[in-house]
């Protein structure tokens, strides 16, 4: 995809629009024997996207069909896989079936949009998939075809360890995502979409409690506290703001947030994207603070000149537990009014060791 400017950051594929045209281009192969090479597709809101194959076999019964996946600026973790299309003969009146191949997961756990036993290949990917075949299958006056597709992205099972496909019971590998077909950089799609599935798998296993954390070592401390299973842990990362929108409308009776004081610092000051480039502690209103809590004038005027949180929490000496305190009340203020009330919330300010340096609304 060409670059909008020399500033703009290149946009890319979803695994869906690469499983789609992969799709094509194999059942292509079926139909004539030839594998369009550019092969293109529809896009759910509208254009083309066309695709270079890297990979075209056909075999006695089938054909598959692969393509790199372009993720373009974002930093996708799938940037680069190999998603593979096969597409063989399904019985008489079937239709469009679908299958998991090498590298790509099955779901096991209530909640999600598949049911259980399912390929986990999203309904967007899946409609993508149809209407590229039913496309195909037109351009050559045939009828809606009888085949089963079957996704697989080879180093899959690999790359899902990166991912939170366990936590919500997709076992085996990756998977096949994208509603609109397009990756936009830095959109963080992906996270978001873990995130909102996280809580439906909660949901659909009955827990009244989950935890969301902006990283692994408060996530382990809050787990250890209230010994949650894996499924009631959300890794929300700097997406606060995606919890509790999601939160509103798909309630759960009660909510952890737990954090680093510096990220819980950002959500109390009213940022829902707790990025270093979308949102900054200032060190002057934190300074602020300490003087309203009764900090000695030397104690607020170094809190004003840290370049940090953490250094302003270092500063603060004595006046560390008050200012968590404080923190954590502010952060727990902005996430009731976010949610609307529906959901019991405390926040928990966690040390890089895993200790608890204030806890609200427990």
């Known amino acids: 995809m060409p670059r909008e400017s020399t500033t703009s950051l290149r946009r890319g594929w979803t695994t869906g629009a690469c499983a789609a045209a992969a799709a094509r281009a194999a059942f292509a192969a079926l139909l004539s024997g030839q594998f369009p090479d550019p092969v293109s597709i529809r896009l759910p809101r509208g254009g083309l996207a066309r695709f270079q194959l890297v990979l075209a076999e056909r075999c006695e019964a089938s054909a598959r069909a692969g393509i790199l996946k372009d993720a373009g600026d974002d930093p996708d ?34 909640g999600l ?50 991912t939170m496909n366990a936590r919500l019971g997709i076992i085996g590998g990756l998977s096949i995502l994208g509603t609109t077909g397009i990756v936009i ?11 909102q599935r996280g ?16 990283g ?29 929108k999601y939160l509103r409308t798909h309630p759960i009776d009660r909510l952890t947030i737990a954090g680093g004081f510096a990220k819980l610092t950002k ?17 002057t209103v934190l300074a602020q603070r300490l003087a309203a809590l009764g900090a000695d004038p030397n104690t607020v005027e170094a809190a004003a ?24 009340r ?19 300010v966690v040390d890089r060791h895993g200790s608890f340096i204030a806890r609200v609304g427990g």
């Open 77 to 110: 973790i799938t940037h680069g896989a190999l998603v593979i299309a096969e597409v063989a003969p399904a019985p008489l009146g079937s239709g469009i079936g679908f299958a998991a191949g090498k590298g790509v997961g099955t779901v096991t756990r209530a």
């Open 113 to 162: 949009a598949l049911a259980v036993g399912e390929p986990a290949i999203n309904p967007g990917p899946r409609a993508m998939i149809r209407d590229a075949l039913t496309d195909e299958a037109d351009e050559y006056g045939a009828s809606l075809p009888d085949v089963t597709v079957t996704i697989s992205i080879p180093g899959g099972e690999r790359l899902a360890e990166k």
């Open 185 to 195: 950089p830095y959109s963080c799609s992906s996270w978001i979409h873990s995130i």
């Open 199 to 214: 809580i439906d798998v909660a949901r659909a296993a009955g827990l009244d409690h989950i935890a969301a954390a902006t």
């Open 216 to 244: 692994s070592t408060s996530e382990r401390a809050v787990q250890q506290l209230y010994a949650l299973p894996d499924h009631a842990l959300i890794d929300m990362g700097d997406f606060v703001g995606g919890v509790l």
């Open 267 to 283: 959500l109390a000051d009213g940022h829902l994207d707790l990025h270093s480039a979308r949102a900054a502690v200032d060190s």
């Open 305 to 328: 000149q840290a370049q940090g949180a953490g250094e302003v929490l270092t500063i603060a000496g004595d006046w560390r537990p008050a200012l968590a305190d404080d923190v954590a």
């Open 330 to 348: 502010r952060a727990r203020e902005v996430a009731l009014a976010t949610l609307g009330g529906k959901t019991a919330i405390e926040v928990a």
